[in-house]
């Protein structure tokens, strides 16, 4: 099991910055690949980045490309992701996420945190 748990939301006007963090424990921390999805109210949960085991390789949502960067620090078992130049639709629960394999973290992963709200004014 891998315990995933999320911080770093808040309320902040369109424009402005936030930065999430996602504390994973359980298991090996870098035999993961990470990820951060968000569920809008009254949309589905959506991908938003992931990081491969390494943080070599990433992948985003065109939605947040060249907005949104994916870290990972895998000697402090943290992924973070830095949010700039938001935006009203970027409201939304964000949630970290956690598997085994690239090619299913984003679609079907097999841990995910409880959720972290963002709210931003405009």
């Known amino acids: 099991q891998v315990q995933l748990v999320e911080s770093g939301g808040g309320l902040v006007q369109a424009g402005g910055s936030l930065r999430l963090s996602c504390g994973a424990s359980?298991?090996?921390?870098?035999?993961?690949?990470m990820a951060w999805f968000r569920q809008a109210p009254g949309k589905e949960r959506e991908f938003v980045a992931a990081?491969?085991?390494?943080?070599?390789?990433?992948y985003y949502a065109d939605s947040v490309k060249g907005r949104f960067t994916i870290s990972r620090d895998n000697a402090k078992n943290m992924v973070y992701l830095q949010m700039n130049s938001l935006k009203p639709e970027d409201t939304a629960v964000y949630y970290c996420?956690?598997?085994?394999?690239?090619?299913?973290?984003?679609?079907?992963?097999?841990?995910w945190g409880q959720g972290t709200q963002v709210t931003v004014s405009s």
């Open positions: 990081i491969g085991w390494s943080g070599a390789s990433t």
């Open positions: 996420a956690a598997d085994l394999r690239l090619v299913v973290l984003r679609t079907s992963p097999a841990y």
């Open positions: 359980g298991r090996t921390f870098s035999d993961y690949a």
